[in-house]
């Protein structure tokens, strides 16, 4: 996932674990025509990425628009610009006029899955909003949090294992309620959501920010006044901003993919491999069928990407900020000793879950192989793990002997399952 975050308090909150999760629906309403098709957006961004989706609206109502957010950043103390967020240096406030749907806890999976089903009796609190979608309908799912092989977050446990969500996924097909979906996820891992998952012929077309096994990356790093934070993650704003930029009726998905792929792999540095998977031929549609029509602020003019912007791995992103807060502190002051225990802390936890696996490792397959076994990658076009309700109680077992595995340890997700 991105660092979607405008505010140091919001990332800070992501990280330990209130956060984030935005889903936005968006139903677009393009015709009074049957036969043309409303326009669904679910968007669930960790934080608030999303939120610049707002820029795009185009034609979309908010009464089409189904918002999972944790909803801490805006008025979070540490945010320099009470009630605004921001995702890029000097943009413009992307949280006013947002739709709220599911916030707080209600910010949570099943609320997430109830929503996509259209299935009201499944929800608990929020709006109450679904994807009420039918036959003709096109359905936009966007998704930036944090994640690890085969697992997203949501700002409230359980997690979403990627066999649940392609079941869900599934069965939203087989209720015969929408045409096509596209679905874009920005999160670390994020291809192992979808590799040797997503079955074809759903009319299911999903972009992801990075391959199965590679982080994804948090962009606008380190701005004025956002000094110890990102504001977003790289592919979040590069799919924002080139929909933002081009004409959405002429824009095809392939052609967006094309154009910020490069941008996302940032030369092979600090960037990640976009992938494709599903049902490729929609990806000739253009972007207006998904994200409505071109926004007021569309201009043709060249873009102007920051070619200096500082980018982080999404795992280092907490990092960055309590490392940050420490050096800015003055010298012998309280706040300095309290950000030093604070990093240390995290530090320290880090150096706890990952001697725990490597431990794991070791035990069942020797102290130079437990490594290797750990850290193999299956070839491409297989899940993650063929028996994953084996997965999730091993990630269960290990939480229970030793601590919660954290945004962070989620990454040895994949070490659960070789093993
Ligand atoms: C809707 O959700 C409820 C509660 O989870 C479940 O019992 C029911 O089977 C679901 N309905 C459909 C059509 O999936
Ligand atoms: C991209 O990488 C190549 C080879 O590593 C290097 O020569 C080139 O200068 C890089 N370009 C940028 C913009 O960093």
Known sequence: MFVKIN????????????????????????????????????????????????????????????????????????????????????????????????????????????????????????????????????????????GGPGIIEMPVEPSIYAKDLNEVLKKKHDSGTYKKMIFYMEACDSGSMFEGLLDKGLNIYVTTASKADENSF????????????????????????????????????KKQFRRIRKRVLNNGTEGSHMMEYGDLHIHEDALSKYMGS????????TNNYPSNSRHVNQR?????????????????????????????????EREHVDKSVKHIGQILFGVKNGPLVLNIVRPAGQPLVDDWDCLKSFVKIFESHCGSLTSYGKKHVRGFANV
């Not at 071109?294 to 003019?301: D, K, L, Q």
Request: hydrophobic share 30%.
């Open 294 to 301: 071109n926004s007021p602020e569309h201009t043709s003019s």
């Open 7 to 146: 505010v140091a308090s919001f990332l800070f909150a992501l990280f330990v674990g209130l956060v984030e999760g935005s889903n936005v629906i968006e139903s677009i309403v393009e015709d009074h025509e049957h036969s043309i098709g409303t326009k669904w957006a679910v968007l669930v961004a960790g934080s608030s990425d999303w939120y610049n989706y707002r820029h795009q609206k185009g034609s979309l109502k908010d009464e089409h628009i189904i918002v999972f957010m944790y909803d801490d950043i805006a008025y979070n103390s540490e945010n320099p610009r009470p009630g605004v967020i921001i995702n890029k240096p000097h943009g413009p406030d992307v949280y006013k006029g947002v739709p709220k749907d599911y916030t707080g806890k209600y910010c949570n999976s099943q609320n997430f899955y109830g929503v996509i089903l259209g299935n009201k009796s499944a929800l608990t609190g929020g709006s109450g909003k679904v994807v009420n979608s039918g036959p003709n309908d096109y359905i936009f799912i966007y998704y930036a949090d944090h």
């Open 218 to 253: 948090a962009t606008y790093c380190s701005p004025k006044d956002y000094e110890d934070t990102c504001l977003g993650d790289l592919f979040s704003v590069s799919w924002l901003e080139n929909s933002d930029l081009q004409d959405r009726r002429v824009e095809t998905l």
């Open 316 to 348: 280092d992103v907490q990092l960055l900020y309590l490392i940050s807060k420490f050096q800015n502190a003055p010298e012998g002051s309280v706040r300095k000793s309290e950000a030093y225990r604070k990093l240390s802390e995290v530090i320290s």
